[in-house]
């Protein structure tokens, strides 16, 4: 058995190398925390590494694509440029250049004629148009008795009363609205015709009469006869005054104007039949828009 005092050498010793082993405890754990940082920087740069070949693979396909659309384009120009090099040019027909030349040419002089004189020729233009519609106004006796004339600045017709212009859209009344047109159209087309100017001479007007009739639905029951026409509730002193106006301007103008009328009203007047194009649609027979013929043939089948 070893004694006591070889016991506490022992004890003491095994202290010692206790002491020694937590001084050294220190250490190994700032080593260990280093080696840790270290760990985290590598990860950090392996993630950054993986960051930019990721952008350098998607730059690359990115390259190719461009690759692959200037190869395209240049396929197409190539195609383009053999056709080009491979068309013929046909030669240029002269004769056309020359008319558009001359019309050019004429276009500028009759500028320059009207680039002095154009507001002086629209003015004595206007006054002429109103001169007519002024005597026919008076001729269909409409309700106003002061001038007529066009008022382009807000296209309509206006009546120069003393003291202030009155619009069309403001006298009321069927009757002068119709009559308004009346001599507005015709004043231009009697301008138009003798100024020889290439305006169309030709006037259509669907059923003017209308407007003269009180029951609108006893003017739509008329079947084309005079007699229907004649004891209807119409002012068949105003529609005479119309026609009567129509025909003087035709007469006046000499052929240089047609009237077109559709119309359901039938007058006697000699001249109105005579300018009949066909007899009235009375609906009687197969005289009409839908002939009988073709209601029993329907029926049939």
Known sequence: MPTATAIN?????LGSDLSQVEAERPRLREYIDNLKGEREAARQNLAQTEFELESVVAEGEAAEE??????RAARVAGRV?????????TETDEGLRSVVHDAEAEVERLESLLAGDGEDLLASALNVIATDM???????????KSPYRLDLTNLTVAIDRPGRSVPMQ??????NWLGCHLVALLALHKYFAEAI????GFLLLDQPTQVYF????????????TTETVQSDADLDAVTRMFNLLWGVCADLKGKLQVIVLEHANLPDERYQAAL?????????DHALIPEAWKSASKQS
């Open 277 to 285: 194009v066909e007899d009235p649609w009375t609906g009687a027979g």
């Open 81 to 89: 440029s053999l056709y080009l090099e491979t068309l013929r040019i």
């Open 9 to 13: 050498e022992s004890l003491k010793r």
């Open 214 to 225: 009180v029951s609108p639905q006893q003017y739509k029951a008329l079947s084309g006869s």
């Open 170 to 175: 403001r006298i009321g009344g069927g009757k």
């Open 134 to 144: 002024t005597a026919w106004a008076e001729e269909l006796e409409l309700e106003h």
């Open 66 to 71: 461009i690759r692959a659309a200037s190869a």
């Open 197 to 200: 100017c290439p305006v169309p």
